[in-house]
Every structure is written in structure tokens, then in C-alpha cells.
């Protein structure tokens, strides 16, 4: 496998991260379109990170580190384009978000949709656990399932 940059999301990458999210079955499912999906790059705050081998746009993961309490670190999406699934594109990815959330705080949320096995076994698979099923959130009759990261309690030992 090529080597793998993690770099902020620029001007330029707007157009082939949004190609990746589109390629992206779920988020067809919700409506994103290549259009939608960069118009979301540009104008839904958060941060982005996207993944690069040989210049080439493989992956993108877009996350918030401002939210409040109880949910202040929340992973919106993370997408690797066809042919760079299975590859260990999405762990480099999701362990550089990893590393942004809890240098701030110690908890990372995101949901994932019930039906999405293959996502839900990664997402376990990273050290992530289940908190709670939320039907018709995003769609009637969709059931998503919210997943928590974490390395320790909000206020603890050495939080205050």
C-alpha cells in the first residue's frame, strides 16, 4: 500500500472528498449527492481530515470538537472511496481524529446506522461501545445506533 498523508481538508480536496462521499451507499441512502456533499464540506462547521495516497483523495472523516456536554466530541462522517475500503484507510483516519478529540476531552460520539454491519463491526472492532439505539432520527423507520470512545470520565483524577 502507498503511503498514507492525514492533512486538513483544502480548497482543492473539496471536489474529490465530496466523489468520496457520495461513492458511499449510506450516504446516498440520506440524500448526499456529489453536490450536497461538498456544499456540506464548505458550510457545516466542524473540522476535516482527509486521506491522501499519491496526492489522490482516498478518504475524509469530519468531526466537531465544540459541542456542549454531554456530547462536546461527535464524529459526523468518515468515508474511503472504492477500492481503498478493507485497506486500513479508515483506522489511519479515525485514529488521527482520535488523536485531535482527546488531546481536548476524553469521550468521542457518532452514530451509525443499525443495518450497517460492516461499519458497525469496525467501529466496534476500534474500542468503540454501544450506547443506545435512536430510531427515526434521520429517517423514518431508520434505527441509528450511537457509539461512544472513550478514555476516561468527563471530571475525573486529572480533569477538572
Given at each position: 500500500m502507498s503511503a498514507i498523508d492525514i492533512v486538513p481538508l483544502?480548497?482543492?480536496?473539496?471536489?474529490?472528498?465530496?466523489?468520496?462521499i457520495a461513492a458511499g451507499e449510506i450516504f446516498r441512502r440520506y440524500g448526499i449527492d456529489h453536490e450536497r456533499a461538498a456544499?456540506?464540506?464548505?458550510?457545516?462547521?466542524?473540522?476535516?481530515?482527509?486521506?491522501?495516497?499519491?496526492g489522490e483523495v482516498i478518504g475524509v472523516a469530519v468531526y466537531?470538537?465544540?459541542?456542549r456536554l454531554p456530547?462536546?466530541?461527535?464524529?459526523?462522517?468518515?468515508?474511503?472511496?472504492?477500492?481503498?475500503?478493507?485497506r486500513g484507510?479508515?483506522?489511519i483516519l479515525l485514529r488521527a481524529v482520535e488523536d485531535r478529540v482527546f488531546?481536548?476531552?476524553?469521550?468521542?460520539?457518532?452514530?451509525c446506522t443499525?443495518?450497517?454491519d460492516?461499519?458497525?463491526?469496525?467501529?466496534?472492532?476500534?474500542?468503540?461501545?454501544v450506547v443506545g439505539r435512536v430510531p427515526d432520527l434521520l429517517l423514518p423507520g431508520l434505527v441509528e445506533v450511537l457509539y461512544r470512545k472513550t478514555i476516561g470520565p468527563i471530571h475525573g483524577k486529572d480533569r477538572s
Open positions: 483544502g480548497e482543492a480536496d473539496i471536489g474529490p472528498a465530496a466523489e468520496v456544499r456540506n464540506l464548505r458550510e457545516v462547521p466542524g473540522e476535516t481530515l482527509v486521506a491522501r495516497a499519491g466537531r470538537i465544540d459541542g456530547i462536546p466530541a461527535y464524529l459526523q462522517t468518515l468515508a474511503v472511496k472504492p477500492g481503498w475500503r478493507s484507510v479508515g483506522s488531546a481536548t476531552g476524553p469521550n468521542l460520539f457518532l452514530y443499525e443495518d450497517n460492516g461499519a458497525r463491526r469496525f467501529y466496534e472492532r476500534e474500542g468503540y461501545q
